[in-house]
């Protein structure tokens, strides 16, 4: 193998190494030897195999790195499959498609519309047509979110309420009571909820107190059970909140309680207000009521 370095020669002796060494550059250094002198870019064809490599020298000038092998059929990149080198040897867009295995004779199949809107199969393709199928599908079997029409339903990080309606920021929930005594209602059909799951989450809302000398009085109850209540004689909104766990099942209400009185023959009514009712998770409201 010639080594590229034109020695003090005579004219005839020179001619003739030159001749050499531009005719392995035309070939690229073609033989089953490498070059005896080398530099970082190089390159080399290896005839040392059935195939012929073409090698270029790497960076450092310490070694080769192969590119791809001379064969009958073209060349063929190194390290492809046989599909990919089908898919650069492909002459046609049909072809193309065929070395994808796609269309006509693919043996990876297209996904019908049922296995699109099933969404099981995880085997085929899917055109963009399926796509919107399969979106159709799934939208139209989502639960209705309006407050009052939700569904039970178990969902994998979430609590998802079975029945919740009623209140907002400026509307409120009231009790009233004339006269002598407290009246307590439980607002279930209003302000209750159960767990579809084990869970935890915060109840707030905000009370007021309207009357002259009344206390009024809220409390949030766990399957009618009492976990905590507040009292207030302020005519002020104050916010409440309180941390609750419930189990699967579990019911969470809401509960208010209003004291009229009677003082030289004049009737005292009481009222107790809430407004803003909410269900928190993480600090975010899962639903609002």
């Known amino acids: 193998m010639v080594d590229y370095t034109l020695a003090n020669q005579s004219g005839a002796q020179f001619r003739a190494e030159l001749n050499l060494i531009l005719a392995a550059l035309q070939g690229s250094a073609y033989g089953p030897s490498p070059p005896m002198t080398t530099t970082a870019g190089q390159l080399w064809v290896d005839a040392s ?12 000038d310490t070694g080769w790195i192969a590119l791809g092998a001379l064969t009958p059929g073209g060349f063929e990149l190194a390290g492809s499959s046989a599909p990919g080198r089908a898919l650069i040897a492909a002459a046609s867009v049909a072809s ?7 269309g006509s004779g693919a043996t990876a199949g297209m996904a019908s519309q049922a ?8 085997a085929t393709l899917m055109t963009p047509l399926r796509v919107a199928e399969a979106i159709a599908a799934q939208v139209s079997g989502a639960t209705d979110l309006l407050a009052d029409a939700m569904a039970p339903t178990v969902a994998a990080n979430t ?18 009571k004339s006269g ?36 009024q009085y809220a409390a949030v109850l766990r399957n009618g059970v009492v976990l905590q209540e507040w009292s207030t004689l302020s005519t002020s909104w104050s916010a409440r909140s309180v941390d609750v766990t419930l189990a699967a099942g579990d019911t ?3 509960r208010l309680g209003a004291t009229g009185s ?24 899962l639903i609002g009521i």
């Open 49 to 60: 195999g059935t195939d012929p490599v073409l090698r270029i020298r790497n960076a450092l």
């Open 96 to 102: 193309q498609r065929m070395a994808l295995e796609l």
């Open 115 to 122: 296995q699109a809107q099933a969404g099981l199969d995880n």
């Open 159 to 176: 609590v998802v309420l079975k029945h919740c309606c009623g209140g907002s920021t400026t509307q409120t929930l009231s009790l009233s």
């Open 180 to 215: 002598n005594g407290t009246s307590y209602v439980t607002l279930l059909a209003e302000t209750a909820l159960t767990a579809t799951r084990d869970c935890a989450l915060q109840v707030a809302f905000d009370q007021a107190r309207s009357g002259d000398t009344s206390t």
């Open 252 to 254: 969470i209400c809401l």
């Open 262 to 285: 009677s003082s030289s023959g004049d009737t005292f009514t009481g009222t107790s207000l809430i407004r803003n009712p909410r269900y928190l998770a993480a600090e975010r409201s």
